[in-house]
């Protein structure tokens, strides 16, 4: 099983500023594998990111994703008021999912 | 479009079975190439993934739950189910599902969730 692990748990940003979430994979993963996840209090997740690079429809441009070997990241650039919330990093293949335990982007 | 949106009871009472349905909107289940799963989400806390099926009935579980659990796929009504036996109150969550792509690199699409309370 793939354990996914994201630093740092809380992130701690002013709007305006940039934010870079971290996910390490415990072995090496294909990036066509992996996602990231914004959720909001109250809402479902919602897909920012697939396959490392991708982003999803209606996704701003200031959501940028980028992998290397076991390590995934999510840029975020110019922060929005409505871009503090907890993000989550995924992994997928066909006989499981797993998740990154999350990072909370709050307000300075 | 592809929607999926999740349905059932919202309360079970512990020891009974929790009984879910998906139905998929905007793209036929008839062919292969997606996974279609169960997520769960404890309040407060991060994203459990529960199982999926395939378009040829392949199941896969997490080891977890896997005795407990059930997967099962309509494509006539174009809906996965999902039934977990022997609830407790470990059980209480939102239950989400979602499709992925399978083969090919492509989006999620994920339903809005639905909060299952396990009382009596």
């Known amino acids: 099983e793939i354990v996914l692990t994201q630093s740092p748990a809380t992130l701690s940003l002013s709007p305006g500023e940039s934010a870079t979430l971290s996910c390490r994979a415990s072995?090496?993963?294909?990036?066509?594998?992996l996602a990231w996840f914004q959720q909001k209090p109250g809402q479902a997740p919602r897909l920012l990111i697939y396959?490392?690079?991708s982003r999803a429809s209606g996704i701003p441009k200031r959501f940028s994703g980028s992998a290397s070997g076991t390590d995934l990241t999510l840029t975020i650039s110019r922060l929005e008021l409505e871009d503090f919330a907890v993000y989550y990093c995924?992994?997928?293949?066909?006989?499981?999912?797993?998740f990154g335990q999350g990072t909370r982007v709050d307000i300075k | 479009q592809v929607q999926v949106q999740e349905s059932g009871p919202r309360l079970v009472r512990p020891s009974e079975t929790l009984s879910l349905t998906c139905s998929v909107s905007?793209?036929?289940?008839?062919?292969?190439?997606?996974?279609y799963n169960w997520i769960r989400q404890h309040p407060g806390k991060g994203l459990e993934w529960i199982a999926n099926?395939?378009?040829?009935?392949?199941?896969y579980y997490n080891p977890s739950l896997k005795s407990r659990l059930s997967i099962s796929l309509d494509t006539s009504k174009n809906q996965f189910s999902l039934k977990l036996t022997s609830v407790t109150a470990a059980d209480t969550a939102i239950y989400y599902c979602?499709?992925?792509?399978?083969?090919?690199?492509?989006?999620?699409?994920w339903g809005r969730g639905t909060l299952v309370t396990v009382s009596s």
């Open positions: 979602a499709r992925y792509y399978d083969t090919l690199p492509g989006p999620s699409y």
């Open positions: 905007g793209g036929s289940m008839n062919i292969g190439g997606y996974s």
């Open positions: 099926i395939y378009f040829n009935g392949n199941t």
């Open positions: 072995q090496s993963v294909t990036s066509s594998s």
């Open positions: 396959a490392a690079f």
């Open positions: 995924q992994h997928y293949d066909s006989s499981q999912i797993t």
